[in-house]
């Protein structure tokens, strides 16, 4: 086992139906996951194949009882962020010949580009966000911001989460401060204003 965990090429060990059984840190790491977490995931999720009639091919090709290596060019999105293409290499392997075989799966790296940058944050506000920010960056509390804008708390807090999620903001603070930079809110003024 410390032979496998050694193994700079990621590699793991699947069922016949490429079920992942055992994976080493190499290969776990292209996931940005933890030993033993990829363990049952199939390997048709985590790699594209280019061609899917390899696919098809290599699965008729165990089910008959061959017992070649058979090498998929596939494509899959790093952990890292990286868009990689490489090799996988399938062979079956068993104890004895009439045993059902599982895989032995090799990943050799070819190449990688980098993933598109993610789209800009959209630059605008609806008028109900714009007053929510407003109010937000000159301290308003959620309840405050709802006595002002006539919502409830609750309606406060769903305005404020799709701005979160639409301007990819982690709290309130990056929220005003966003608003500030996309010109949502008017730079040099107090009280805020849209």
Do not use: K
Request: charged fraction near 25%; glycine fraction near 8%; charge should be neutral.
């Amino acid at each position: 086992m410390t032979l496998f965990d050694r193994i700079p090429m990621p590699v793991a060990v699947c069922d016949a139906n490429g079920a992942i059984i055992l994976a080493n840190p190499a290969m776990t790491a292209e996931w940005g996951e933890t030993s033993g977490s990829l363990r049952g995931r199939n390997v048709l999720e985590l790699f594209r194949p280019e061609e899917e009639t390899q696919v098809l091919r290599i699965a008729e090709a165990v089910r008959l009882g061959r017992r070649s290596r058979y090498p998929v060019a596939v494509r899959w999105d790093a952990a890292d962020g990286a868009r990689r293409h490489g090799e996988l290499t399938a062979e079956p392997v068993s104890d004895t010949a009439a045993a059902v075989p599982g895989l032995l799966v090799l990943l050799r790296v070819l190449g990688e580009e980098r993933a598109p940058a993610p789209e800009p944050p959209a630059r605008s506000a609806t008028a109900a966000e714009a007053r929510i920010l407003a109010l937000l960056a000159g301290g308003a509390t959620t309840a405050q911001a709802a006595r002002d804008t006539g919502l409830t708390t609750d309606g406060v807090t769903y305005h404020l989460r799709r701005l979160t999620e639409r301007w990819g903001a982690a709290n309130r603070t990056e929220l005003v401060a966003r608003a500030y930079a996309l010109g949502v809110l008017a730079p040099g003024v107090w009280p805020p204003v849209a």
